[in-house]
Structure formats: structure tokens, C-alpha cells
């Protein structure tokens, strides 16, 4: 039998984005500060979980809830079952939207909103992948499992609590990341970089960074005019701006404090080299105050040995594998006040280290009375052979749709993927695409989310029939 799928996608559109326009609408990212024994990570993603079971349930699928924390939905009553694996969480907004960022805005062919493209857009074209199949009654012999979790963005409590309640099957994809196919995962590590308590002269504060995995867009600082004088520090800044043209800075002045901005460029933090750290160049421009001992060792070691080593070198944990690639190294979270101060450093790491190895070698490289411990969980790499079934399956229906002969790869994202013990990352980015995952004003391409929803209902369908 010869199906359509692109045609029958088209049928389902506007179906489909009206779908999305209402999942975006909800702020779905972590909120533990309101948390209650009905929403055990705040509201938000347990409301988007509910309402993606909800699409489910009206188009007759068999669904669960697991505890607010994660569901499923079901296609077929085989125990031999493919997993898709998506979620439904975000992460926050940040800064530098042009619009609200939960209030969808479809622009020359793009879908602006938060989740868009991370992973709300790419789970929803899964989700009718799935309803095609469903409603062309075509004949079966495995089953589909779609799983969503609601925490993938930070600890991953969601899927956790699910593996913990039902059973995952072995083989299948998770839609949150590029065609043709992501076959390996980089291990995924975050420490953090223990100061003493500082000594606090000049710098009175010091705050960058929203999540482990964004490079922090904003970071701010608030100096003691009482130890400098505010002419002073204005000419500096602006010899400073004038010298980094690839950040912006500002300077208010409240009484004897100075707020002093920099703003650089958000990213992800797999690939910290396409995002501009706005912390690590606020700390290159504080060195050059007069500091004390206390604030020197903790600014001094983000500029020297932080700034724009994204490989690690300066820790001395630079590695390389031939198949997964190089290691690298974003540090996107900053404290420092009169009680702490500290560094949160998120690593993604190929093959031949793991968290001892690395526990050991940044503690070396270390300035003395300073310490790096893992903070939450670390995810090993990940790896299937291009030769596996599972990828040749999934790679020959992308291909089938595109005529793109691009080779699986490997990346130093981390997704629900690599918790199957046959599973690989598969779309819906297309080679090329610009990656705006926890960007601001984050888009999916609405063409591009409707071919990438026929190419996983053919893919889906290869897997099952």
C-alpha cells in the first residue's frame, strides 16, 4: 500500500497548530517554589502534560497520567512496543524577546514561542505521526508508546518517576534534536566551583546564569562607589565595550551602588561556542578594578581560565574522540555575595572519561582552598551503531522525504534518547537549520514541522507494520 503521508499531514494543519498554539500557551518550565502534592514541579508542566493527554484522549487514544510527572500514549495492543519519548516542559523565557513568549506568533512561515522547537512542536508532530496511523487504520504488529516526561530541562524527575512506576520499552527515538539522525550523546556533567566565602570590598554582588544548560545572555554586578569613583568606572566600561564589540553594557548608579550590565548571547549549552557568556566577559572587565585578595582569586579565575575555553584546556580536561568529538566545557551559573561564591560548570564529555575522571582532574587544576563537586545527576555518553536496525529504519524514511544523504552524528546534547537501550535523537531539526533550543524568540518553521510529522509517521510506521 503507497501512502501519502506529506498529503495526509496536510489534511491535519491547521489541527495540528491549533494543537500547538494552545500547548506553547502554557509556561510550562520548572516551578518548585509553588509546588503542591497535585504538582510536584509546580503547575505549569503538570497543566501541559494534562493538556497534551487531553489531545490524546478526545482523538481515542489510551492514555496515562503518572502522578502529574509524566504519560503516556498508546497505538496498538502489542506487548512488542517502540518508545517515542518527548517532553513537555521548557526552559524559562530569559531575556531578549521580541514578543511574548507565550503567546504564539506565526511570522514569515515561522512559529514563534517558547517550546516551539524544544520540544512541544516536535512532540506534537510525533503525536499526529501516531493519529495518521490511527485514523488510516493501517494494520499493525508492534505498538507505539509516546512518553512524555515534564522535567527533561533540568533533574529529569519526571521520566525518572515514570521508570521507576512503568516499564520503558527497548528500541525507539526521542523527537528533540536533528535529522537525520543523532546515533551518539555525549556524557552530560555539571559541577560546581566552590570559593571560600569572599571578603567583600569592591563587589558588593554578582549574579549570571538561569539554567546549567544556557549560556547565560545577562550578567549584572553591583560595586561599591564608596571604593570607586562612578566617572571613573563609566570611562573604564566604555574603553571596555569599545575593545568587545560583541557585547553590549550598561551602568546605573543608585546612591553608592553601581549596576553594571553586560549582555551578551544566549545558547545552548552543548554548543556554548555559538552563545556570547555575558558573565565570563563581566569578570574580564572587573580584573582591571582594584579588587581585593578575596574578589581577584574569584573573577580572576573566570577570566583566565574560564573565558572562551570551550574546550576545557585551562582545566586540564580537554579530550577528543574520533566518533563523538571534542569535549566542552559552559559555565552558565554565578553566586556571589557576602555568604558565597560560586561557579556552575556544565560539561558535555565523549567516551574515555566519567565523573570521577573529571571529578579529579578539574579538582587539580583548581587555585588552592577551592573545590569542584558533581551537582545532580551524570549522564554517561551514549552510543548506537549507524548499522543498527533501529537507525537504518528511521535514517531510510528521512531520506525517502528529503534525498539527503547526511550521515548520523553525534552531539553533546542530552536527550530522553539515551535512556533506551536501542534509542537514538531523531529530528525535527533539518541540517542547516539555525538551532534557537533555549534561545530567545525560539521558532519552528511551520513547513518544516509538517514535513518532519510525515517523515515520523513513515518512520513509525516502518518500525510497526
Known sequence: MSIDWEKEVSHRSDELINDLSELVSIDSSRDTEHKTSDFPLGPGPAKALQTFLHFADRDGFKTKNVDNLAGRIELGD??????????????????????????????????????????KGPGLAAYYAMKIIKELNLPTKKSVQLILGTDEES???????????????????????????INGEKGIVSFKVNFPAPTIGLIKQFNAGIRPNMVPQNADVKIDLTKVEAEDLKAKLNDFLADNKEVQGSITINDDIADVQIIGKGAHAMEPFNGINAATYLAKFLINLNLNDSEALYFSFIADKLH??????????????????????????????????NILLNIRYPKGDDGNSLTTKINQALPENVSAVIEGHNQLPHFVSVNDPLVQALVGAYRDHTGDDTEPFTVGGGTYGRILKH???????????????????????????????????????RLIK
Do not use: C
Open 308 to 341: 572562551l575555553d570551550f574546550a576545557g584546556k585551562n582545566l586540564s580536561i580537554a579530550n577528543k574522540d574520533d566518533v563523538m568529538g571534542s569535549l566542552t566545557v559552559s559555565p552558565n551559573m554565578y553566586e556571589y555575595d557576602d555568604a558565597q561564591a
Open 423 to 461: 534509542g537514538i535523537a531523531y529530528g525535527a531539526m533539518f541540517p542547516g537549520d539555525e538551532n534557537v533550543m533555549h534561545q530567545p524568540n525560539e521558532y519552528i518553521n511551520i513547513d518544516k514541522l509538517l514535513k518532519s510529522t510525515a517523515i515520523y509517521a513513515d518512520a513509525i510506521y
Open 155 to 181: 533533574e529529569w524527575v519526571g521520566i525518572n518517576h515514570y521508570m521507576e512506576k512503568e516499564q520503558l520499552p527497548e528500541n525507539g527515538f526521542s523527537p528533540d534534536a536533528e535529522f537525520p539522525a
Open 78 to 119: 502489542s506487548d512488542d512496543a517502540i518508545a517515542i519519548l518527548s517532553h513537555v516542559d521548557v526552559v524559562p523565557e530569559g531575556p531578549g524577546w521580541k514578543t511574548n513568549p507565550f503567546e504564539p506568533v506565526i511570522k514569515d512561515g515561522n512559529f514563534y514561542a517558547r517550546g516551539a522547537s524544544d520540544d
